[in-house]
Structures are given as structure tokens and as C-alpha cells.
């Protein structure tokens, strides 16, 4: 088949259906599959035969799903998780056991840093955390012999900062080791990580790529390119036998191209069974379809309301990285070409209670923990996830008092306009 455009990918990729089958990706609700034999069967558990017995390791509708994703975000291979938090713990813990280290930004979504901070400390994985800003100097400085991978956010939630890709792929391969992204925000329309060097993309497809806050969902999407082999000692789990599969090696006997995702379907999948529901599959594989024609909207109408705040008296301060004048400006030209994301983030002059007053004062906007979905949301940190903290508590967390979190949807872009310069006139 020739290669087609993003736009037809995400309508067909990962599903053609034959002559008299159904037009849409079928909903395979069933967790078992029926075999005429114990032998056929046999061969499926010892890795021999490819096919489907059981769906907490692997299910038709999910499969399909998944390798649409493969292929918008243009990798070798992809699977779907039950969550993003499944998503970018199988994607560390697929190459880190007791004893190893991990360096990631420090700029990253909060479930990610308690991940990575907490919990997987518990596991024996320790984590150096630095600025996505940080020289190459200083980035270099915070691996260790024992370190197994680089982390970060091509944009993080909720800082909005912007990840040089580039950079931190060259510190993770000048290590021998590969780099992950978590591609959240920008979604495979608005960023080709593995292009700048990526070696694994990491989605929560809770978000833009479902698109309508309908169904939880994590995607892990391997690049293919990283050469485990190179670094052999680093990685065996990858290039040394697995004796809960009579001693496959991943990377012989599924290449570079299939080893990564294959270890970690059928093994933490069968271990630890973070599995989507068929259903929740099939709808990301719904919202999928409109993902450029969302996104395009979502990264006009947020430019268009970043813009009327920059220029707003009782706006203190706007983030935006799609702004022309955001110091991330230039490495989302090269990275994000098309656009970055709908999430903007802004001061209210006046601190906490303006805040409060202005999040009263939205009529359209709706108040809620989610962002990147089709209905504009908005947060205040200050009075409902960080309440307990107090200004100065919030300062040394990054998140000002101040701050608005501004999900921007696709509804018409001059109700949101009116929305939120109404609720600005109220403070
Ligand atoms: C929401 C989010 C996650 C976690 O995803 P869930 O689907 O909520 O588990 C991970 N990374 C980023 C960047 C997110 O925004």
C-alpha cells in the first residue's frame, strides 16, 4: 500500500476490512478465544504462533487501535495500556529492575513524578530529576553507571515547558542508552518525537487523542532504532534469555523493531494487567479519527485566547507555547511545526481570591481536574488540587497563587472570547 497522508491514517491505519466485514473496528468483547487444539494453543503460550487466547495480554480491537498509533506516531510497534500511569510505568520499568537509575526532567506531570520520585524508589529504581533547561553540561553530569534511561515531556502538564528532544537524546545515546517521551500534549499530529531522536513515546490517550473525556487510556509506540544489542550488559532483559518463556531473547527472535513492545506485552502485561477494555480501545480508536481537525481547532482557539489575555490589564502573566513570542518559540517551530496543544496557562492580577472570582465568573468553561478534551475546562491549583498549601508553598512548587489553567476546547472561539472576558470584568 503507498504511504498515505496523517489525516487518512487516522482514519484507516491499523484496520482495512475485507470484502463483506464491518466498516468500523469490531468491538471484540470476549476474554477468551477458542482454540481446536491443546497444541495450537501450546504454541501461542511458548511465543511460536502469533494469535489470540486470552485478553488480558492481547485483544483484537485493542491491537488494531494500537497499531494505528504505531503508525501516527510513526514507530515499528505500539500497545495500549488501561492509563497513561500504566503507560509510563511499563515504558521505565520494561528496562530498570532493583538497583538501577533513571534521569528525567523534572518538569513533568505530577502522577509521573510521584511515579518516578516515590513509588518506583520503593521498587529499588532511583531517579535524578533536572531542568529541561539545563546545559548539556549539567544534563551529562546527572547519569551514572547504572543509568538505564532518559525521561521527559515534549510539553509538560501542567508547566508548559517544551523539551529539546534533541538534546536530551544526545545525553541518553552518548550514554548508551535510550530516551523516553511522554507526547501527551502534543499528540503524534503535533509532534514526530522519534525524528528529533526519541527512542520510545509514551501517550495518557485519556487526552487529546481520545479527545472527548470518555475512556482512560495509556499508549506505549517504539521507534524501532534503538540498538539494545550495542549495549547488551544494560539491557538484559532484552538480550539475555527469559526463563518464563523457555529462554526467549526479545531481541533475537522479534529484531529491534518488536523486541521492546513484545517484552513488555507479554510480560508485565500477563504480570501486572493494566489492560484497556475493548470498549475503551474502540473509542480512542474513534477519536482518533478527528484528531487533526481537533487539534488544529484546539491550537487556534488557545493562540486566539492567549493573545487577548497577553494584551488583558487584569492578566499578570500568559504561558503559552504556541505564542510567537514564548521562549520556547523556536524549538516548537522545529519540533511542533503544526501546532503545540489547547492548554494555556495565565495570572490573575489581585492573587488567590481574584482567582477564585474569576473561576466563579465562567459560564462556558466548566470547572474540572481534566484537561485536553473537547469541552474548555478550567483549573485553579491554588484552591483545589495545592489547597493545602499556603503562597509561599505554592511558589516553591511552581505553582503561583495566581495561576489559571486554561484547557482550551473547540467550542466557537467567540464564546470563549466573551466567557472569559466576562468573568475578568467580574474581578
Ligand atoms: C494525564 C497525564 C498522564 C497520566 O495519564 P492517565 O491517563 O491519567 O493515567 C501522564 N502524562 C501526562 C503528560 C498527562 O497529562
Redesign the pocket.
Known amino acids: 500500500m503507498s504511504e498515505n497522508h496523517f489525516a487518512t491514517d487516522c482514519l484507516h491505519a491499523g484496520y482495512i476490512p475485507k470484502s463483506g466485514e464491518p466498516r468500523n473496528i469490531p468491538i471484540i468483547q470476549s476474554t477468551t478465544f477458542r482454540y481446536e487444539s491443546g497444541e495450537a494453543m501450546g504454541a501461542l503460550f511458548d511465543l511460536e504462533a502469533e494469535g489470540y487466547f486470552y485478553s488480558r495480554i492481547q485483544n483484537p480491537t485493542s491491537d488494531c487501535v494500537a497499531a494505528r498509533i504505531a503508525k501516527l506516531q510513526g514507530g515499528t510497534a505500539a500497545m495500549l495500556l488501561s492509563?497513561?500511569?500504566a503507560a509510563?510505568f511499563f515504558a521505565v520499568f520494561n528496562i530498570c529492575s532493583a538497583g538501577d537509575h533513571v534521569v528525567s526532567s523534572a518538569s513533568i506531570?505530577g502522577?509521573?513524578y510521584n511515579l518516578l520520585a516515590v513509588t518506583m524508589k520503593r521498587m529499588g529504581v532511583e531517579c535524578t530529576f533536572v531542568d529541561p533547561d539545563c546545559t548539556e553540561e549539567e544534563l551529562n553530569a546527572a547519569f551514572r553507571p547504572n543509568t538505564k534511561l532518559v525521561f521527559g515531556?515534549t510539553i509538560a502538564?501542567p508547566a508548559l515547558t517544551v523539551l529539546d528532544i534533541e538534546k536530551f537524546a544526545k545525553a541518553a545515546h552518548g550514554h548508551g542508552v535510550p530516551l523516553i517521551v511522554?507526547n501527551?500534549?502534543a499528540t503524534p499530529w503535533g509532534c514526530k518525537a522519534f525524528d528529533f531522536g526519541a527512542d520510545i513515546v509514551t501517550h495518557?490517550t485519556?487526552?487529546y487523542m481520545d479527545g472527548h473525556a470518555a475512556a482512560?487510556?495509556?499508549a506505549i509506540v517504539d521507534g524501532g532504532k534503538f540498538d539494545w544489542n550495542a549495549h547488551k550488559d544494560k539491557f538484559p532483559g532484552l538480550t539475555t534469555p527469559d526463563e518464563s518463556y523457555h529462554g526467549v531473547v526479545y531481541t533475537e527472535r522479534f529484531g529491534l523493531e518488536g523486541a521492546y513492545i513484545t517484552k513488555a506485552v507479554v510480560q508485565l502485561m500477563r504480570d501486572f494487567g493494566a489492560t484497556p477494555a475493548p470498549i475503551n480501545s474502540w473509542l480512542l480508536g474513534m477519536g482518533l479519527e478527528t484528531l487533526p481537525l481537533r487539534m488544529e481547532q484546539h491550537c487556534a482557539n488557545a493562540l486566539a485566547i492567549a493573545q487577548m489575555l497577553q494584551k488583558h490589564p487584569k492578566a499578570a502573566w500568559v504561558n503559552y507555547p504556541g505564542l510567537p513570542d514564548s521562549k520556547y518559540a523556536a524549538l516548537v517551530k522545529k519540533q511542533m511545526p503544526h501546532g503545540t496543544c489547547g492548554v494555556v496557562s495565565f495570572g490573575v492580577k489581585g492573587g488567590r481570591s481574584a482567582a477564585e472570582k474569576f473561576m466563579a465568573g465562567l459560564k462556558v468553561a466548566s470547572i474540572a481536574t481534566h484537561?485536553a478534551d473537547a469541552k474548555t475546562c478550567v483549573l485553579h491549583p491554588a484552591s483545589t488540587t495545592h489547597r493545602q498549601m499556603n503562597d509561599q508553598e505554592l511558589i516553591a512548587a511552581g505553582v503561583s497563587a495566581d495561576l489559571i489553567r486554561l484547557s482550551v476546547g473547540i467550542e466557537d472561539v467567540r464564546d470563549l472570547l466573551a466567557d472569559v472576558e466576562n468573568a475578568l470584568a467580574e474581578v
Do not use: A, H, I, R
Open positions: 492509563s497513561g500511569q509510563n506531570y502522577g509521573t515531556e502538564n511522554d501527551t500534549f495518557s485519556t487526552k482512560l487510556g495509556g484537561v
